[in-house]
C-alpha cells in the first residue's frame, strides 16, 4: 500500500516537473513493437476504401459523434437516470487519423498500447494472430478489431452497444474486410451458444471483465469459445493487492461530473486484483494462467490456454446450464 503510494506520488511529481507522464509501455521492446502496429493499422486510411467515396464515408463517420440516441440502445426515457452516458450518446474509442480527417478518441492510442503491452509482456510475437479465428469482445468502434485484422486475423467481434457494433460492421465494410471481419450486436452472455462454441483459436477481451456483472460466467462462455491450443487475452482495471480481491463499485458511483450531464462512470462492477482474475480464469477452466498489475498503465493484464476441455464447479452457477 506505502510502496504504491510513493510510486504514484513519484509519478505526480515527475509529471508536474517534466510534463511528461510515464510511459504507458511495458518495456522498450514494448514501445518499439507500437510503432510497428501503429504502421499496421495506418492500412485504414481514406485512400484505402472499397465501394465507398471519402466524402460520403467522412460524413457517416462525423454525422455519428456524439449522437444522443436513447432509443437505439431500447432505453425508455423514463430510465435513462439508470443508463450509462456512454451507450446514451455516441463516443468515439481509439484515435484514427483517416487520412483525409481524423477522429480523436476517448481512449487514444489505447488499441496500440494495449496490444504492444500483451505482446511484451507475454512474448507473443507480432505474428501472434495471423491466420486464426478470433473473438474481440466489447469492440467499441472498432479499433482493436481493426488492428487485429490488420495483423492477419479472421475476426469475430461482439459489442453489446447496437452503435457501435455497426459503427465496426461500417469500417470493416468500408474497408474491404467484410469476409475476414464479422461484427455481432451481442452481449458476451448472448454467446453462450452452440455457434461460438470451439470456433476460435485466440479470444481479446481488454477493456471489459470489470464492466461484467457476472465475470465467472463471461470467463466460462469465452472458455468454451476456444478451440484446445486456444489462448486468451486478459486486460482490466482492478486493485493493485497482493490478495485475491475485488472491489465493488456499481452503477451508482459518479466518478467525474454530474448525472445531468450523463457523464457517469460507475458502470464498473468488479474491480480485481491481478490474483483475483487469475482464479476467476482458474474456475473458469484456463490454464498456464498469468495475470499481473501492469504500473505505468495501472491495469491488470492477463494471459491464459485452453489445454483441454475441463468441467466448471456447477455450485451456485448463474447459469446452471452453462457447458
Ligand atoms: C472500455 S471499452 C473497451 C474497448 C476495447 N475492447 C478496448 O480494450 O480498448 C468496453 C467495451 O465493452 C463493451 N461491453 C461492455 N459490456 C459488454 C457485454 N456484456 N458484452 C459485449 N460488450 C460489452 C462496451 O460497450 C464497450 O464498447
Known amino acids: 500500500m506505502f510502496a504504491r503510494r510513493i510510486r504514484r506520488l513519484t509519478a505526480r511529481l515527475r509529471r508536474r516537473v517534466t510534463g511528461i507522464a510515464a510511459s504507458p509501455f511495458a518495456s522498450p521492446a514494448a514501445a518499439a513493437c507500437a510503432d510497428t502496429l501503429r504502421q499496421a493499422f495506418a492500412v485504414y486510411r481514406t485512400d484505402r476504401l472499397v465501394g465507398i467515396e471519402a466524402g460520403a464515408f467522412a460524413h457517416a463517420i462525423q454525422s455519428r459523434l456524439d449522437v444522443v440516441d436513447p432509443g437505439a440502445e431500447g432505453y425508455r426515457s423514463e430510465d435513462l437516470e439508470q443508463q450509462r452516458d456512454f451507450s446514451v450518446k455516441f463516443r468515439w474509442g481509439h484515435d484514427h487519423d483517416f487520412g483525409a480527417f481524423a477522429v480523436a478518441g476517448e481512449m487514444g492510442d489505447r488499441h496500440v498500447e494495449l496490444m504492444a503491452n ?108 476456444l478451440r484446445v491450443g486456444g489462448d486468451i487475452l486478459v486486460e482490466s482495471a482492478g486493485i493493485d493487492l497482493e490478495a485475491p480481491y475485488c472491489r465493488f463499485d456499481g452503477s451508482r458511483i459518479v466518478h467525474k461530473g454530474t448525472r445531468e450531464a450523463l457523464n457517469r462512470a460507475g458502470w464498473n462492477w468488479f474491480m480485481p486484483s491481478p490474483s483475483a482474475l487469475a482464479r476467476m480464469m482458474q474456475e473458469a477452466g484456463f490454464t498456464d494462467v498469468q495475470s499481473l498489475w501492469h504500473g505505468p498503465a495501472g491495469r491488470v493484464f492477463a494471459y491464459g490456454r485452453k489445454t483441454s476441455p475441463v468441467a466448471i464447479c456447477r455450485a451456485g452457477l448463474s447459469v446452471p446450464d452453462i457447458p
Not at 119 to 132: D, I, Q, T, V
Not at 175 to 199: K, W
Open 118 to 225: 500483451f505482446m511484451a509482456l507475454f512474448g507473443l510475437s507480432s505474428e501472434h494472430f495471423r491466420g486464426k479465428d478470433v473473438l474481440d469482445v466489447g469492440c467499441w468502434t472498432g479499433g482493436t478489431t481493426l488492428l487485429l485484422a490488420a495483423l492477419g486475423a479472421n475476426v469475430v467481434a461482439v459489442e453489446e452497444v447496437r452503435k457501435y457494433a455497426s459503427t465496426t460492421q461500417f469500417l470493416a465494410t468500408s474497408f474491404g474486410l467484410a469476409g475476414r471481419v464479422e461484427v455481432r450486436p451481442l452481449s458476451i452472455y448472448s454467446c453462450n451458444t452452440t455457434a461460438f462454441r470451439t470456433r476460435f483459436d485466440s479470444v481479446y477481451f481488454p477493456g471489459v471483465v470489470y464492466h461484467l456483472s457476472d465475470p465467472l460466467i463471461a470467463l466460462r462462455i469465452l472458455y468454451n469459445a
